[in-house]
């Protein structure tokens, strides 16, 4: 694109349209609303930017606040809260083909229930694979290295003590009334990143509504393994589960926050 504020006449690069991903900065700068983009509009894409009412205190005690509810009461959430929670991943970053990806909202706690027997069963069969050397190294040459070790160092030892048995209560979804899984097909751009900021964005408003929730790995990788469970949620024989989280009126109400000092921080100075 070339143009400034002080000239008038503002046009793309004929050969450079092509790699447009229609992101919208250049119509949000634009003070006189005078550069189009094809499928974007002023009136229907666009709003006038909120006051930023939020200094850094504020947000950071707002995101000292938030934990992850694994806790849920016994109460519904509407379907209002939840569209509002969907309404805030309009002004979430992301990568490439956005509009692939897809989003299931299961608001409905028996269905949720319906797919935890076979999620049980699926958990138990990672510990006779993991313990497998044949089925240890397939699933590793699929799932990469990095999966691999999450499932082994992780997931792997805290199924083998039973702790996803259903004898012992919802250990998996955590009895949460609804449950969000972001999805999309398996070749489309991105969309691994994208999943992950869409949950990001999806958690922190769920915490600004006065509702609990977080993220769970146990429901996507159960869906793309186990056809009962992708048929429970229906996602689509051609997406790839990347992410969910569970939702609900948190059960507990929390009196402190952990301050993590895990990052390994590296300055490069000038």
């Not at 998996?172 to 869409?198: G, L, M, Q, V």
């Not at 429901?219 to 024989?237: G, L, M, T």
């Not at 997406?239 to 926050?257: L, W």
Request: glycine share 4%.
């Amino acid at each position: 694109m070339i143009g400034t504020n002080d000239i008038k006449e503002t046009f793309f690069i004929p050969e450079r349209m092509p790699i447009c991903l229609q992101c919208g900065q250049c119509m949000a700068v634009c003070k006189t609303s005078s550069i189009k983009v094809d499928g974007l509009s002023y009136e229907n894409d666009f709003l006038d930017l909120p006051p930023n009412q939020v200094s850094h205190k504020s947000f950071i005690d707002f995101l000292a606040n938030r934990r992850s509810v694994r806790n849920f009461k016994d109460k519904p959430v509407s379907n209002e809260l939840i569209d509002q929670i969907l309404a805030s991943l309009s002004y979430a970053p992301f990568g490439a083909e956005p509009d692939k990806m897809r989003i299931t909202v299961v608001n409905d706690r028996k269905r949720i229930e319906s797919s935890l027997p076979h999620i049980e069963k699926f958990l138990d069969d990672i510990v006779k694979w993991i313990e497998n050397p044949i089925a240890s190294r397939m699933i590793k040459r699929r799932s990469g290295t990095e999966k691999f070790n999450t499932i082994k160092n992780h997931l792997y030892p805290i199924s083998k003590l039973g702790n996803y048995k259903l004898e012992f209560g919802d250990r998996i979804t955590r009895n949460a009334p609804a449950i969000i899984i972001f999805h999309a097909p398996k070749n489309a751009a991105s969309h691994t990143d994208n999943s992950f900021i869409y949950a990001t964005y999806a958690m922190l408003t769920a915490h600004s509504l006065g509702l609990g929730a977080t993220m769970i790995g146990l429901v996507p990788n159960a869906i793309n393994k186990v056809k009962e469970v992708r048929d429970i949620y229906e996602i689509p024989d051609e997406n790839e589960a990347i992410s969910s989280i569970i939702v609900g009126y948190p059960g507990i109400k929390y009196k402190r926050t952990i301050k993590r000092k895990g990052q390994q921080i590296h300055y490069i100075h000038a």
